[in-house]
């Protein structure tokens, strides 16, 4: 059995064996044409007669084989067309050089070959194997397919570099049946031939056929010990199964069989280092750092590779620090050469620590070395200024990339989605599809959250037609997203319906539906499914229970709440976050329990921050709690303002008791130290197209039919009782400006628009970037009264679904 690799029988030079003449000559005037039969994806021109026999000079043989060794390979070919009949030698060494190139090369190679076919040059036993890896260069299966019958009408297709060559050209193409079919008819098989068979099914990720394969060539019958190669093709395969046990089985092995890194051989090192990076590569994968480290440590020797390896497993267990510390070192090593996947994981661990300063510099090092035009570091420079909000940055190299694919598009879809740009992240889809540019899972879930967003319904339901079609739609992060969507966008009925429906969940598929419960005021609901979710063994964690405690919360399950809390640490073994204290507080404050929820933060094991104090700095407001009010609000002070949200809680606590001068001393602090109120706006999703409003807006081309419809609720909700609570008017004015400011806040406005735009049978859909105010939610009860109308409002806290003149909140929010 002869044990040379596809590689090795490339690069031998000498002749084929020496044949009878009388062979030569039938194979010259016979197998030619039967060739020539069978070249139709090759499309060769018809066979031209032989050219008169001349012998090539030897110089010019010495110069092509010269520019061959140093790559200069259109000089090579400019001499071999000199040559007036140039052997089958010849060929094969132009062919070689070619198929060992770039893929353009590897074209050029192929247009050889059929140079070679019409000229009447028998291909033999190295010719094949030239010409199928250059097909599979270019993963080209009709040519490689064509190739195949030549080489059966030749006789060679049984020759083991042939039909090893087969084989590998068929796995590159992805045609699986075909190599196992090449494979099980060979009539002898080396270990290139095994391996190239196992690389296949590890690269398809056919897990079970790559282990039952390793298994069989052990076999007694086959006797072969699988080698480095064997095992750098196994290793990825068990890294994305994160099969660590069997990884930690095949580094055993290794060095049972000696399979180490060596520096006394140069072969055995280079081996030695591809199986070092495959098996650190393995174990951070798989989670296990530490023996990744260690495996990283006890190589002798390791490559620019190896070091993007384990920055790559450290980025990918959210190590970010430890993978920026290595990143240095890298460069600090003198490894200039700045692959794009190395450049890609630091890239990442700038993104997530905020080094925005090391990524520009980053970027400039890219620029200086021209791996900034890879398209890999561009996606990664652009997802890097997009996560940190230099979205204007992130555009201009998005525009200035001279190739993007769906990575690039997805990055600058998630950024503007990220920074609140969400109707932009739009637009880019649409270019991305008028590019012809096919959106992945990761595009569509950059984009449903930016339907989430603007509460675009219609956006989200195309959005899902969209995966649907793609095939998408059984996805894990497609369907949470989804959930998520149709959450927000006031439909939990479509939420439960996709929960329903998915063919797996994860962790985060429950969390999502809790949430979406929670948002709506359902908190029996989302209790229901917690309990559903323990039955069916998924153990809950951390922001599990912060999804259920908001959601008693928002319904004001207080009892239940505390029962919850107490269950998380002393049920499951869970120990409470800053955040669950907000959300215990939280719930305290609504519920009217200020004194215990005051209490709560004094008990607190943490040291609570600002955003607990503004938890019940919120309640003062609702309940009118000057003196508790203006106590948080010190608490505030001290700690230091994270936002607007304090100064605004205490201003109103102020303005609502009358006490319009200290109201505008709290706003001369707020404006002092730098801090802008957002302006309250609403908008409502008309027939696919949004329209905004701010309070008082008079821009929109229908103000004059919109304030004539107030005019007229006004009116009618009058009858039904209705009195304005000017106390939500935090200006000092008199009583008739105040009831005109009221009727012009901008949820108002849209819904409004939506009465004199939609069809009575259609829910009239709102969403407001603040709390809504107390006059607004006792107005919207009288409307939905009044104009006997369905209406949602998604606030800032929560939603609230009013019909029948009652709203779904209980009038808690």
């Known amino acids: 059995m002869r044990h040379r690799s596809l590689a090795a029988a490339a690069s031998a030079s000498a002749p084929p064996p020496q044949m009878p ?12 044409r039967r060739l020539s039969s069978t070249t139709a994806c090759l499309h060769p021109p018809p066979l031209q007669p032989p050219r008169a026999s001349a012998s090539a000079s030897a110089s010019l043989l010495l110069q092509l084989q010269d520019h061959i060794a140093s790559g200069h390979l259109s000089r090579a070919h400019h001499l071999f067309d000199q040559i007036p009949s140039p052997d089958v030698r010849t060929y ?28 009447r040059v028998a291909p033999n036993n190295y010719t094949f194997p030239f010409a199928l890896k250059a097909c599979s260069a270019l993963a080209d299966h009709h040519c490689g397919r064509a190739i195949h019958r030549h080489a059966i009408h030749a006789g060679l297709q049984a020759d083991l570099f042939v039909s090893t060559a087969l084989l590998d050209m068929y796995v590159k193409c992805a045609c699986l049946p075909d190599a196992a079919h090449i494979f099980a008819t060979m009539p002898t098989r080396d270990l290139v031939a095994w391996n190239a068979m196992l690389a296949g099914y590890a690269h398809h990720g056919m897990y079970h056929h790559a282990v039952a394969h390793l298994l069989s060539m052990q076999m007694q019958m086959h006797r072969l010990r699988p080698n480095a190669s064997t095992l750098v093709a196994l290793l990825p395969l068990l890294a994305q199964q994160g099969a660590l046990a069997q990884g930690t089985s095949v580094h055993a092995y290794c060095i049972r069989a000696c399979l180490h890194p060596n520096r006394n051989s140069k072969s055995k090192l280079t081996d030695g280092v591809l199986l070092g990076t495959a098996l650190l590569d393995m174990y951070a994968k798989c989670g296990s ?76 090092l890219l620029a200086k070395s021209g791996v900034h035009a890879d398209l890999t570091a561009g996606n990664s420079l652009l997802s890097m200024y997009a996560k940190a909000g230099l ?93 998520d969507m149709y959450a927000k966008c006031g439909r939990i009925d479509l939420s439960r319906q996709v929960f329903n429906m998915m063919p797996s969940r994860d ?21 229901a499914l917690f309990l559903e979710m323990n039955n069916l063994g998924f153990p809950p964690d951390g922001v599990t229970f912060i999804c259920l405690l908001s959601a008693c919360s928002h319904s004001g399950l207080v009892i239940e709440g505390k029962h919850w809390f107490h269950v998380m640490g002393h049920g499951y073994g869970l120990t409470p976050r800053m955040e669950h204290y907000i959300c215990m507080v939280d719930l305290l404050s609504r519920g009217g329990f200020l004194d215990e929820a005051y ?83 609403s908008w409502i999703e ?9 309070g008082g807006d008079q821009s929109h081309p229908q103000s ?16 039904l009782g209705y009195q304005p609570d000017t106390s939500f008017v935090l200006q000092d004015l008199e009583e008739e400006e105040k009831e005109k400011a009221l009727i012009c806040h901008s949820e108002k406005l849209a819904i409004a628009y939506g009465i004199l735009s939609l069809s009575e049978d259609k829910t009239i859909f709102v969403t407001k970037n603040l709390r809504v105010c107390g006059d607004c939610h006792t107005v919207i009860k009288h409307i939905s009264l009044l104009k006997r109308r369905a209406i949602i409002v998604r606030d800032a806290n929560r939603f609230h679904h009013f019909k029948n003149g009652q709203c779904s909140c209980g009038d808690f929010w």
């Open 21 to 32: 003449p009388s062979f030569h000559f039938h194979w010259r005037h016979h197998a030619a």
């Open 92 to 119: 094969n060494d132009l062919i070689r050089a070619y198929s060992s190139s770039s893929p353009t090369a590897a074209a050029d190679g192929l247009h050889l070959y059929r140079r070679m076919l019409r000229h």
């Open 289 to 364: 750092l530490l023996y990744a480290r260690r495996v990283f440590d006890a190589m002798p020797a390791r490559n620019e590779v190896t070091w993007s390896a384990l920055i790559g497993g450290f980025v990918l267990c959210s190590r970010m620090t430890q993978a920026f510390l290595l990143f240095k070192a890298m460069l600090a090593q003198g490894l200039c050469f700045l692959s794009p996947t190395s450049i890609a994981s630091a890239l990442r661990a700038c993104a997530s620590l905020d080094h925005l300063r090391m990524g520009e510099q980053l970027h400039a």
């Open 391 to 483: 979205i204007d940055q992130a555009i201009a190299l998005f525009d200035e990339m001279a190739v993007k694919d769906t990575v690039s598009y997805s990055a600058l879809v998630s950024g503007y989605v990220q920074n609140g740009r969400a109707e932009e992240a739009f637009l880019v889809f649409k270019k991305m599809q008028a590019c012809n540019v096919e959106p992945d899972a990761a595009t569509m879930v950059s984009l449903i959250p930016a339907c989430s967003h603007l509460a675009a319904l219609q956006h989200g339901r195309c959005s899902h037609g969209s995966v649907i079609i793609r095939g998408l739609a059984s996805e894990t992060s497609i369907c949470n997203a989804l959930i």
């Open 507 to 527: 962790i985060v598929s429950w969390n999502t539906m809790i949430a979406g419960y929670g948002i709506h005021g359902l908190g029996k609901e989302a209790t």
């Open 599 to 681: 209490e709560f933060i004094q008990s607190m094991p943490l040291r609570a921050d600002v955003r607990v104090w503004v938890a019940l700095l919120g309640a003062c407001r609702v309940y009118k709690n000057i003196d508790l009010g203006k106590k948080v609000s010190r608490m505030i002070q001290e700690l230091g303002p994270e936002g607007t949200g304090n100064f605004v809680l205490l201003s109103n606590i102020y303005s609502a008791a009358g006490r319009f001068d200290e109201a505008a001393e709290v706003r001369i602090i707020q404006k002092v130290q730098g801090f802008k109120k957002s302006p309250g706006c």
């Open 686 to 694: 008309i027939n696919g197209s949004l329209h905004a409003f701010v």
């Open 704 to 719: 004059p039919e919109i304030y004539r419809e107030l005019d007229n609720i006004l009116v009618g909700i009058k009858k």
